[in-house]
């Protein structure tokens, strides 16, 4: 099993649809999670983090955590065509960050 | 502008060659890792250096090679004998753990292909 879990995809949505986008885990160690954007041929970037279970809110982005379930998603309201990109689920263990496999997301104007 | 810079952008190597990816970062960090990046498989840690004259391997490190002489700079050394180098390298750097280590921070990434 690996560590982390996360559903490639690709996903299609609408442009103003709401948009889910789901990870599991199953080392209970994990202390940080992280969600990253990645555009094509470029390099990933931060769009949030978070310690804690619970809901952590940005903009248009809301990050959920639910440590008994090892489980996190990522929500995206009003998606628009800017947000069609890969995204990457994220956990640190001590030294290590650990990286799921990223889900392909197109938003259709 | 504080960030990570990798180059080049694009490399092609010839079978049997060894070659060197650079990654520089300004930020001040003390954490530096590289991953690879192929289609379907997210990102692979292929070592990491938490200190200079510091680092560990990842999970897929057999045929590369890092050094890390400086806080700065920590480059990858692709060798001969990585039997499959043709993918999307990626640098990144972080806080590091006696900070309270949180997210890290990506370069643009290095295209290799063997050609």
């Known amino acids: 099993q690996k560590e982390v879990e996360q559903d490639p995809g690709p996903l299609s949505v609408p442009e103003g649809a709401i948009v889910s986008l789901n990870c599991t885990y199953s080392?209970?160690?994990?202390?940080?999670f992280m969600w990253y954007r990645q555009y094509s041929r470029k390099g990933p970037e931060l769009l949030m983090y978070?310690?804690?279970?619970g809901n952590k809110e940005d903009g248009r982005f809301t990050a959920q955590v639910d440590k008994s379930s090892k489980y996190i998603s990522l929500f995206i309201r009003d998606s628009q065509p800017s947000d069609s990109a890969t995204y990457l689920c994220?956990?640190?263990?001590?030294?290590?960050?650990?990286f799921g496999p990223g889900t392909s997301l197109s938003v259709i104007p | 502008d504080g960030g990570i810079t990798q180059s080049p952008k694009y490399l092609f190597r010839k079978e049997g060659q060894n070659v060197t990816l650079s990654c520089e970062q300004n930020?001040?960090?003390?954490?530096m890792y590289w991953y690879r990046q192929d289609p379907g498989q997210g990102l692979r840690l292929i070592y990491y250096?938490?200190?200079?004259?510091?680092?560990q391997k990842g999970d897929i490190a057999e045929g590369y090679s890092v050094s890390r002489e400086k806080k700065e700079s920590f480059p990858l050394t692709v060798t001969s004998a990585q039997k499959n180098p043709t993918a999307f390298y990626l640098c990144?750097?972080?806080?590091?753990?006696?900070?309270?280590?949180?997210?890290?921070?990506f370069g643009q990434g290095t295209r290799l292909t063997v050609v």
């Open positions: 990144a750097s972080s806080i590091g753990k006696s900070y309270g280590d949180t997210e890290a921070f």
């Open positions: 080392n209970s160690a994990f202390q940080y």
């Open positions: 978070t310690y804690s279970s």
């Open positions: 994220a956990m640190r263990v001590y030294d290590k960050v650990i």
């Open positions: 930020l001040n960090h003390d954490a």
């Open positions: 250096s938490q200190i200079v004259n510091d680092f």
